[in-house]
């Protein structure tokens, strides 16, 4: 099992471009969640999906901030347009069970 | 309204002694805690749990204390090692139904072991 995959893992951008960031669960695992992590509020919840289907997007900060599911195997998190007080690490982290999360290593965004 | 609070940004403990690493909630919903490790450039990993019928939970030289009263638990890590250096994230769960549930995190804590 190859665990949580994000893509890209560093990501460099300038403000008011787009940016996508992506994220393949655990195979089996029906839940998924976006974190983002930075020094002043940790790690905070952006959005979560159960089934493919978005439950709980309240952690979302903006509209500039979307996320999709397609299928069981893919998420994306996107950033349209990007602003330098996004820079931080994006997590995504996959669950079967309550106590089951399994994060991936993380994209490191930059916004300059 | 951090509903999770890890007062502490750091820790230094020597090899060999006790590393006691804080944690606070204001939500008396919560009914289950877990703490994670992270190391720099990974993901968060789960270390231990703790569900709030009980008040301790061991697992080898980790274990974790839960005061419901207090709204306050603690992970107790004896003896301490270097390679427990890390960031270590308190988290905490409601039981609001269906088989999975979102996690609210701390800020979590520098630990670091000087050998």
């Known amino acids: 099992d190859a665990g949580v995959i994000q893509s890209p893992r560093h990501e460099v951008t300038e403000m008011g471009q787009e940016v996508t960031l992506r994220c393949k669960p655990i195979?089996?695992?029906?839940?998924l969640f976006w974190y983002r992590q930075t020094m002043m509020r940790g790690l905070e919840l952006l959005i979560y999906?159960?089934?493919?289907?978005?439950?709980?997007d309240s952690g979302m900060p903006e509209d500039r901030f979307s996320a999709k599911m397609p299928n069981a195997s893919f998420s994306t998190l996107k950033i349209q347009p990007s602003e330098p007080r996004d820079s931080a690490v994006y997590f995504c982290?996959?669950?079967?069970?309550?106590?089951?999360?399994?994060f991936g290593s993380g994209t490191r965004l930059t916004v300059v | 309204d951090q509903q999770v609070k890890q007062n502490s940004p750091s820790l230094s403990v020597q090899e060999g002694r006790i590393s006691i690493l804080n944690c606070d909630y204001t939500?008396?919903?919560?009914?289950?805690f877990l703490w994670y490790k992270k190391y720099p450039a990974e993901g968060p990993t789960f270390l231990i749990s703790?569900?709030?019928?009980?008040d301790k939970n061991e697992d080898g030289r980790f274990t974790v204390f839960l005061n419901k009263s207090a709204k306050h638990l603690s992970l107790h890590i004896v003896p301490s090692q270097p390679g427990d250096s890390a960031v270590y994230f308190c988290?905490?769960?409601?039981?609001?139904?269906?088989?999975?549930?979102?996690?609210?995190f701390g800020k979590g804590t520098l630990l670091t072991v000087n050998p």
């Open positions: 982290a996959s669950s079967q069970r309550r106590y089951g999360y399994t």
């Open positions: 195979s089996g695992h029906n839940s």
């Open positions: 999906f159960n089934n493919n289907v978005p439950i709980d």
């Open positions: 939500n008396s919903m919560f009914d289950y």
């Open positions: 703790i569900s709030s019928i009980k």
């Open positions: 988290a905490a769960s409601t039981n609001s139904g269906g088989s999975n549930y979102k996690l609210t």
